[in-house]
């Protein structure tokens, strides 16, 4: 499989239409879970333009995959800067929204799907800062070692050990309930 993969990656440097067509049926689940982890587990429309993008970077962008890491990891890169970027966006949205208009407050009714722990979990690693939810969602929840978690976010191993360990003593002190002290 990893053989397949790396031609597959050349014949995607090379141009082949139909490689690209196999990448993005090989790999729109990965980009899809790592979108909806890094957006904090909302999904929904952000989700699939995230998808969306990083698919039409990877065509535009193609012949410049050389190779250097895996295919997978050169898409895992492309998607944290795509979720990068939206994030930039909807934080520009809302400064240039807040200007125009006073806040109203809104009510979110969030579906219970799953236990009220998993939500709150959920909820906790989507209040991290964004660095910290990029290496919380990279590590533990797509189980990539911290090698490479670092460089897909283009940082240390170092840095990468740090950010964990600071995210988890976040969840740790946002998950705590009143009678856990």
């Known amino acids: 499989m990893h053989n397949d993969l790396r031609a597959l990656g050349q014949r995607l440097a090379a141009g082949d239409e139909n ?18 982890r890094l957006l ?9 333009d995230v998808v969306q993008e990083v698919f039409v ?10 190779g250097a890491s895996s295919l997978r990891t050169w ?8 979720v990068r970027s939206m994030q930039r966006r909807r934080i520009l949205r809302l400064e240039m929204l807040w200007r125009s208009k ?5 009510c979110v009714d969030e579906g219970a799907i799953i236990s009220e722990r ?12 964004g660095k910290d939810r990029e290496a919380v969602v990279l590590h533990y929840l797509e189980e990539m070692p911290v090698g490479l978690v670092a460089e897909i976010m283009g940082t240390s ?19 705590r309930g009143p009678n856990d002290e």
């Open 40 to 48: 904090g587990f909302r999904g929904g429309n952000d989700a699939d």
């Open 118 to 129: 998993g939500r709150q979990a959920r909820e906790a690693v989507a209040r991290l800062t």
């Open 19 to 36: 490689a690209f067509e196999q990448v993005v049926r090989h790999f729109e689940g990965d980009v899809g879970r790592l979108a909806r």
């Open 102 to 106: 006073p806040p109203q407050s809104a």
């Open 75 to 82: 898409l895992m890169h492309v998607t944290v800067n795509c």
């Open 157 to 175: 191993e170092g840095s990468v050990m740090v950010r964990l360990h600071r995210a988890r003593k976040k969840l740790a002190d946002m998950l």
């Open 57 to 66: 970077k990877v065509y535009l962008k193609r012949r410049s995959f050389r």
